[in-house]
């Protein structure tokens, strides 16, 4: 089902259901009305479509408790009755989303009803196909997905995922610190203080070019690895005194291994995933 920040699926709007015709028009309005004045007044204020789809599935099973109007059986009691007499869904799925066919411009980003949004630098050039649903965003190469990205409302915006410039930002390590994708990164919570803590820690060990050049190897590792897992990496090495991406690529290792019980290879071959990124940056620097 389309998960829309509204409230389409409460159950009280179902109910009750006349086999002779539909005569409940004025009491699913009133409803929604009351779903609108009880949660959604003042608007609730919310990081994401996400966090605002979770406080709405919470109403919803709260409110199965209620009983409308007079009525002796509460929301869930007649939702019980109704449900067997529903329609089953379609087994086939229902695509309820638009497509594009955008360009990737020079900067790594495409542009869709207005906004722009990232992809892997290696798309620089070349025609992506985007799916844009309600409230995200989903880019493809070919039927692979490359990226995906929350709705941007705001037209104008732009929305640009760190990971997708690391290939170009080891060419040119002197823009990250002032690039967008890296102020988008610390503000969703991504680049942690213990990124910018062991970063800080290998500019004054190696210089600041050759500093930044590890924290992004380091953030490459993320692909590879759960993100609790590398930040735990860091925290280590960075206790250590350990600044390189293989120290942390070590200790990310143990605390993987430690925390599923058993061996994982996803950086056993951690420099030959390096020098394949590597040989995949293409473009420009972009100006994020």
């Known amino acids: 089902m389309d998960r829309r920040p509204f409230p389409l699926r409460h159950r009280s709007l179902l109910l009750p259901a006349r086999i002779q015709g539909a005569h409940e028009k004025g009491g699913v309005e009133g409803q929604i009305g009351w779903f609108r004045r009880n949660h959604l007044v003042p608007i609730p204020e919310v990081d994401s479509l996400d966090e605002l789809n979770a406080m709405v599935d919470a109403w919803d099973e709260a409110d199965d408790a209620r009983r409308i109007g007079s009525r002796a059986r509460t929301v869930g009691e007649h939702f019980a009755t109704e449900q067997p007499l529903l329609a089953p869904l379609p087994t086939e799925p229902f695509e309820t989303g638009r497509w594009f066919t955008p360009r990737v411009d020079r900067y790594a980003q495409v542009t869709v009803r207005m906004n722009k949004y990232s992809v892997p630098a290696r798309m620089v050039g070349r025609q992506a196909r985007v799916l844009l649903n309600a409230s995200d965003l989903v880019v493809f190469d070919g039927r692979t997905e490359i990226a995906r990205h929350e709705r941007l409302m705001t037209k104008g915006s732009t929305r640009v995922d760190l990971d997708h410039y690391l290939e170009v930002l080891l060419r040119k390590p002197g823009v990250l610190p002032g690039a967008k994708a890296l102020e988008q990164a610390r503000a969703s919570g991504r680049f942690t203080p213990v990124h910018d803590a062991w970063w800080a820690a290998a500019c ?52 993987n291994d430690t925390a599923d019980g058993g061996a994982d290879d996803t950086t056993a071959d951690h420099q030959s995933l390096m020098s394949g990124d590597r040989a995949r940056g293409e473009g420009e620097i972009p100006a994020v």
């Open 204 to 255: 004054k060990a190696h210089g600041d070019a050759d500093g930044t050049r590890a924290l992004i190897e380091v953030l490459m590792l993320h692909r590879h690895l759960p993100h609790d897992h590398v930040v735990a990496g860091l925290a280590t090495a960075l206790r250590a005194g350990a600044l390189t991406a293989d120290a942390v690529a070590l200790e990310a290792r143990k605390y």
